[in-house]
């Protein structure tokens, strides 16, 4: 009698262990899959802000902003898209850098940005930033900052943004 309690044990563990094994491949099947649509959402979103600043950037103005007020929760992230146009001698190129000087009461620390980019001359290019609020920042309260696009290391152009922190 207790050799066929046994062998129904073992059976029973085997069977919860196989079907436990087929969970998890099934699970990381899908996470891989989710990984990759990220991935490719990610690539759209910046073709998405190319083609916004083709569209939208005016044929003189150097630096374009997608917004100027951004209302963010508190411990949220969102990405703001730039472009800059490159005016100057015909054939050069020219390296572009973004910088971030923030209002009284806040650090740079809120920001991500891009690494410097050569842009040709006549050529519109997307800059697009991240700006992370740190959790625990007081819902309404507002904040300014001034993004600086800068050409060679000298101030090209600029625009002050406005963050306003979102009530929960």
Do not use: C
């Not at 309690?5 to 990381?28: N, Q, R, Y």
């Not at 374009?64 to 050069?92: A, K, L, M, R, Y």
């Amino acid at each position: 009698m207790d050799k066929k309690g046994a062998v129904e044990l073992s059976i029973s563990t085997i069977v919860v262990v196989i079907i436990g094994v087929t969970l998890l491949v099934l699970g990381l099947t899908f996470v891989r899959g989710i990984f990759k649509k990220v991935g490719s959402l990610s690539d759209q979103s910046f073709q998405v802000g190319e083609k916004m600043i083709q569209d939208q950037m005016s044929s003189e103005q150097k630096f374009w902003i997608s917004g100027v007020t951004f209302e963010i929760e508190s411990g949220e992230s969102i990405t703001v898209h730039t472009g800059i146009q490159n005016f100057g001698d015909p054939g050069v190129s020219n390296t572009f850098e973004l910088k971030v000087e923030p209002g009284q009461g806040v650090g740079k620390d809120w920001f991500t940005l891009p690494p410097s980019m050569k842009v040709s001359v006549g050529e519109k290019k997307a800059f697009p930033f991240v700006i992370n609020v740190p959790k625990g920042t007081e819902p309404g309260k507002v904040f300014t900052f001034n993004i600086i696009a800068s050409k060679d290391s000298k101030e090209y152009d600029s625009q002050a943004i406005i963050i306003k922190i979102a009530k929960e």
